[in-house]
């Protein structure tokens, strides 16, 4: 998986650059399961194709679907890139990222 927006692509906007970040830790953090980080690794591929709010709606039901803890440093990140882009409730919304799921790292 490639670690920089690929060459030929625009920038990525500030949002999208946390939300790629966070499911790219994610990914290294849970290597030994292969289903969450497929699906992790399209929340990358969707910001990489300029799809921001889909890829926040996206890693708000992938931590819900799956269940995996979320560290508090992740949770922070996203939470700061759903303020910018005004949809809070995508990490809020049905229970995706609760305090309860918050790690301490």
Do not use: K, W
């Given at each position: 998986?490639c670690?920089r927006?690929?060459?030929?692509?625009p920038?990525l906007d500030?949002?999208?650059?946390?939300?790629?970040?966070?499911?790219?830790?994610?990914?290294?953090r849970?290597?030994?399961?292969?289903?969450?980080?497929?699906?992790?690794t399209?929340?990358v591929?969707m910001v990489?194709?300029?799809e921001?709010?889909?890829?926040m709606?996206?890693?708000?039901?992938l931590?819900?679907?799956?269940?995996?803890?979320?560290?508090r440093?992740?949770?922070?990140?996203?939470?700061?890139?759903?303020?910018?882009?005004?949809?809070?409730?995508?990490?809020t919304?049905?229970?995706?990222v609760?305090?309860?799921?918050?790690g301490?790292?």
């Open positions: 998986m670690r927006n690929p060459p030929g692509n920038p500030p949002p999208g650059a946390v939300i790629r970040s966070v499911a790219l830790r994610m990914v290294r849970l290597a030994d399961r292969p289903q969450p980080v497929s699906a992790l399209s929340v591929h990489e194709n300029d921001t709010e889909l890829a709606d996206d890693i708000g039901m931590i819900q679907y799956f269940r995996f803890p979320v560290l440093s992740e949770y922070e990140d996203l939470v700061h890139a759903a303020r910018l882009l005004d949809s809070l409730d995508s990490l919304g049905g229970g995706a609760g305090h309860r799921r918050v301490e790292r």
